[in-house]
Every structure is written in C-alpha cells, then in structure tokens.
C-alpha cells in the first residue's frame, strides 16, 4: 500500500468523551470512526487489523474441527419467546417489525438461531459432537457503551457453540476450547488469565473467562500469589479463614445501643471484631412478575457480592432500596435483623452458617441483641454470598489473593440442555431414546481484542501493534520524495518486501520527515525504515516501534535485516 492513496485520516484530535488509551489512539490514528453511541466504521487500517484477528481464530478454530457457519443478524422474535429469554435480555435486545408485522430481534448472541438450525437436521447421537462457529456482527443496546470498540452497541463476537450427546463428552471439548483459546491469545501476543466466572443460576465450575490484564480493565480478578487460580471477584471463593478473632464472652441479651447504626461504630461500642457483627444488607431483586426486598445478612468484615445475591436470590437484576422505601416496609434502618423477621425474606452469608456469639441489629431503633446463635435460624436460606478480599486465603492451595484488572476478551460456557430443552432439539441416543443436546457455548469478542491489544500495548505516542494484530508490519518512510535517490531505493525495498509477501506500507507523501514520523508512531507499525539523507553514506535506519531503538543499517543489507527481525 502507499500511504500517499490510503485512507488514514490521522488527526491530533482525541474524541470528546474519550478517556482510554485505544478509544484515543484508535480514533486519533484512522483506524475506526464513531458514528453514534456504541456504533463505529472501521476504516481501511482497523479492517485490517480485524480481519488478521478473525484469521488467527480461524485457523485456530479449524485446527480442533470447528467449522464455520454464518447466520442471519435479523432473529425472529418467536425464537426468544421459545427460549424465554426475550424478557431476560430486556432492553438490550433491539426489535422491529417488518412490512407484514412480523417481529425481529437483532442478534445479541446466537444461541436460539444455532439450536433452531441443528434441531431437527442433527437426529442421531452419532452425528455427534458438532462444533459450529461464526464472526459475526452482533447487536446489543448497551444501557452505558463506552471506551470505544471496548464496549460497543454494535460490535463483532467469534460465537461457536457445541453440541454433545454425553456431558462426558462437553468436558473433553470444554478443556480442547480452552486450550484453543489460550492459543489464540498467546498467537496475539497478548498477556491473559483464565478465570473462573459467574455461572449464573445453572453454578458449577462451567463457567470461564479469558481476561486480558490491563488496568484500564473493567472487570476485578483474584489471583492466587502462588498457584494457577484466578477468577472473576463476582465468582471468586476463598479458604476458611485460618485464624478466628477471639469470641465475645456474653449470653443472649437485648442491649440499648443509641444512634450505633453502622458496623464501626457496632464493633467498637462492644470492643469486639467486626467478624462477630451481622451486617445487613437491604437490596431490590427484580423478577419476571415484579420486584421484592429481600435482606442479605453477612459478618460484619465481610462486603456483599451482588453477583452472588441475584444467585442467590434466584432473581434477575439488583437494586438499591432508600431508607424510606425500608421505613416503609416496618423496618428499622440501622438496627435490621434477622430474629422475628416476617415482612421479607432473608438469606444468609455461609460463613454466618452455625455462627455464635454473634451481635445483631434487634429491628428496633437504637436496639441490639448479642449473644446470637445461628442455630435458631438454622431452617434459613444459606449461600455464598460474600467478596473474596484482597489477603483472602485461595480456595485451592490457601496462598494471598490478589486484585488485579482484567478485559474480558473471551466467555466459554457448559450449558447443558439450558436451550436445548426449551426449544426441543433432541437426538436419538443409542438406545433410541429421545434426549435434548447437551451444549456448550464459546464467545470471543473479536473488536473488543483490538481494544484490548492496544490497552495492553502502547505508550504516549500511540498504538504498538503486536506481530499478529499489525495492520502492516513494515513501513518503508521516505524522508524527503523531491530526493530521487531516497525515492527510488524506498520503491525497490518496498517491491522487495511485498515480493516477500510482507505486509509493507510505502510512505510516500509529500510531508516533512518529522510529521510522518508522528504518524508511524500514531500508527504503531512494528517496524520503520528511514530512507533518509544518511543515504548518500550507504545507509539507512530501522526503528523498532516497541521500544522506539534506532539502529543505522548498511541500505543493501536492509531488506536481510527486516526479513530476519519477522522470523
Ligand atoms: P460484559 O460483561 O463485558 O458485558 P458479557 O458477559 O455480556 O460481557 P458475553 O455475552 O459472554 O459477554 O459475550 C462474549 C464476548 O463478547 C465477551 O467476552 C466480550 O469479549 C464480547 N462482548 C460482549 N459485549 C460486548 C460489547 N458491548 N462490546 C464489545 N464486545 C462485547
Ligand atoms: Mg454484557
């Protein structure tokens, strides 16, 4: 390509509402362009890079026998309705109506569509497993996109999904997706974690996230300092503690504890640990016929983890509740507890599970009973409901957690029959007995990777692109054109490496050295050679975008240099 007849509108400009380094740069550089909330162009340089990162997962994908399908971005409506997800999805499912008034949905995820297309042609365990595939352009009414291709409302996923006769059999190709997907990152070049994630209702350990760390990353990880696990602060467990604060020493009884409403305060009015308080959390839950308060009650050092509650709870979203809304229920704000509690449900952290000595809130103004034991209320809803903290002991090997940030590029999931059932896609097993497919599901989302790549790769000056995201490898500036020397050695290296099937750029406009420079950085091709003055003396100059190292080269060993820093 020559720059001077590419279109790559670079500007100084960063996009107003643009606070992450790829939205800036990505934008900044030529390679997308907002054209409203959450919907972008990707010009010439970003299709690139797209389609380099579409090629990796498909080599990859075809490698463990997934093949590639491509299905219809308009859904009818009556598929959601079967699967009974139009009303979880809400509103960020877009629908419209065609001429005739039928109803669509613009594909969100293709779960329904891929089931609706095997039922009935797949019939027999021994078609089994299928793994079928696709990139495709999906569509999500985000209530808050942000960051640029981070989180779009439009934007490309890799969504493949697989079909099984035994569960055996899901986990065999569970563990192969894995691998394949660690594959296709490593391939990327990017720095990632596979994580432990929510599983929502179905739980289980089938569910797992692939989180490119970077800081700017959305999602909190725990990791353990010492062994493999990780996952997803919605999801994350710990050890029992190992050491318990000593016990407060005191029967039951009802104590008066004026304006004490907050664990701090509790804590230190008793002189005990906060661990031997109950705290109590009041949260909206939200169902399919209307919402409902319900109390979480968990040790006083301990924060509640929303994820978990919905799970919990068995609802589909959270909110908060004001104190007014409490009020007006009958109950006491600052002093809930769980005693004589009838007018909503409660649900208990399992760490309160055969807790005594335990302080709580008496559900009367300025009032607390001590001396609690939990096995009055043993008949109560018990889960996990709490956030495992920094310092936290790991549930595998009781090492520290850590906090860190993560991107989540990528989402596999053991489904089971959770659509399967409910759209009535069955085969004949060997027994000739009927059986829903048993699934799994494998999303990656492929726009939000060039976002990610370029969170994790780039300095003041721009994108760094790594060796399988670049939209070209190699730049071939020269500095002045009028210069017919400079110009004709530029054409013939740029000719040699393209020969050499080298993804090269020939930047041949008519600009002073130091604004194309600019631009190469912007841009972030790993490598650029200088065919400047230095010329007249045999030589020229590769600069490494990475780490910006200059180095003089003899310009007849130039092409043997380039070709050997590719290999
Ligand atoms: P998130 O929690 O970030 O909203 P999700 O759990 O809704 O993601 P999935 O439904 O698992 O995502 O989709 C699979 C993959 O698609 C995600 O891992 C992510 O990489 C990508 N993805 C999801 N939503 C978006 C979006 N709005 N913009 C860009 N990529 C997205
Ligand atoms: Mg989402």
Excluded at 226 to 235: K, L, P, T
Excluded at 242 to 261: L, M, R
Aim: hydrophobic content about 40%; aromatic content about 10%.
């Amino acid at each position: 390509m020559r720059f001077s007849k590419a279109f790559i509108p670079t500007t100084k400009e960063a996009p107003s509402d643009a606070v992450l380094a790829s939205h800036i740069f990505l934008a900044r550089a030529g390679f997308t362009s907002q054209v409203a909330a959450g919907l972008y162009n990707y010009l010439p340089l970003g299709k690139r890079v797209l389609k380099k990162i579409e090629n990796v997962i498909n080599e990859e994908m075809t490698k463990v026998g997934a093949q590639e399908v491509d299905l219809s971005f308009v859904t009818p409506a009556d598929l959601w309705e079967e699967s009974g997800r139009i009303e979880k999805f809400g509103k960020e499912l877009l629908r419209f109506r065609d001429r005739k008034d039928n109803l669509f949905v613009l594909g969100p995820t293709h779960e329904e569509m891929m089931v609706s297309l095997v039922r009935n042609r797949v019939t027999s365990y021994k078609q089994l497993p299928l793994n079928l595939y696709q990139v495709k352009t999906k569509f999500r009414d985000e209530a808050r996109p942000r960051f640029g291709l981070m989180r779009g409302r439009e934007f490309v996923m890799k969504d493949g999904y697989s079909f099984h006769a035994t569960d055996e059999d899901l986990n065999r190709e569970f563990e192969m997706m894995e691998a394949s997907y660690k594959r296709i990152l490593e391939r990327l070049g990017l720095d990632f974690r596979v994580v432990e994630a929510d599983s929502g209702a179905i739980g289980g350990s089938g569910s797992k996230e692939l989180m490119v760390i970077a800081d700017s990353g959305e999602d909190t990880i725990a990791i353990c300092e010492s062994c493999e696990y990780g996952a997803n602060v919605e999801a994350a467990e710990r050890s029992d503690r190992q050491e318990i604060p000593e016990a407060p020493e005191g029967d039951f009884n009802k104590f008066q504890t004026p304006d004490v409403k907050s664990i701090g305060n509790l804590a230190n009015f008793f002189k005990v640990d906060p661990y031997y308080t109950m705290k109590c959390v009041a949260k909206r839950m939200m169902y399919e016929d209307g919402d409902q308060v319900v109390l979480f009650f968990l040790r006083g050092d301990d924060e509640l983890q929303e994820v978990k509650a919905v799970n919990a709870a068995e609802a589909l979203e959270i909110a908060d509740v004001s104190e007014e809304e409490l009020t007006a229920l009958g109950l006491v704000p600052g002093f809930m507890g769980p005693l004589e509690m009838e007018t909503v449900p409660c649900v208990f952290d399992s760490s309160l599970k055969g807790g005594k000595d335990l302080i709580c809130g008496a559900n009367e103004e300025d009032y607390h009973y001590v001396g609690v034991d939990m096995s009055v209320l043993d008949e109560g809803l018990f889960a996990d409901l709490y956030t495992a903290k920094e310092g936290d002991g790991c549930p595998h090997c009781s090492s520290k957690l850590l906090y860190t940030k993560g991107i989540e590029v990528g989402h596999i999931f053991k489904l089971g029959t959770t659509y399967s059932k409910p759209l009535k896609a069955e085969f004949l097993n060997e027994k000739g007995q009927a059986e829903p497919f048993i699934m799994g599901t494998y999303g990656m989302g492929v726009s939000r990777l060039i976002a990610a790549t370029i969170e994790q790769h780039h300095d003041e000056k721009g994108c760094i692109w790594t060796k399988e995201t670049a939209p070209y490898m190699v730049n071939v500036m020269v500095s002045n054109i009028k210069d017919a020397e400079q110009l004709a050695f530029g054409e013939a290296l740029y000719k040699e490496l393209q020969d050499a099937g080298v993804e090269v750029i020939l930047d041949d406009r008519k600009e002073r050295f130091g604004f194309k420079m600019k631009d190469a950085e912007l841009i972030g091709f790993p490598y650029t050679v200088i065919v400047g003055k230095e010329l007249e003396h045999g030589n020229v100059q590769i600069v490494e975008r990475a780490t910006l190292e200059k180095r003089a080269v003899f310009a007849d060993k130039a092409f043997t240099e380039i070709m050997d820093r590719l290999s």
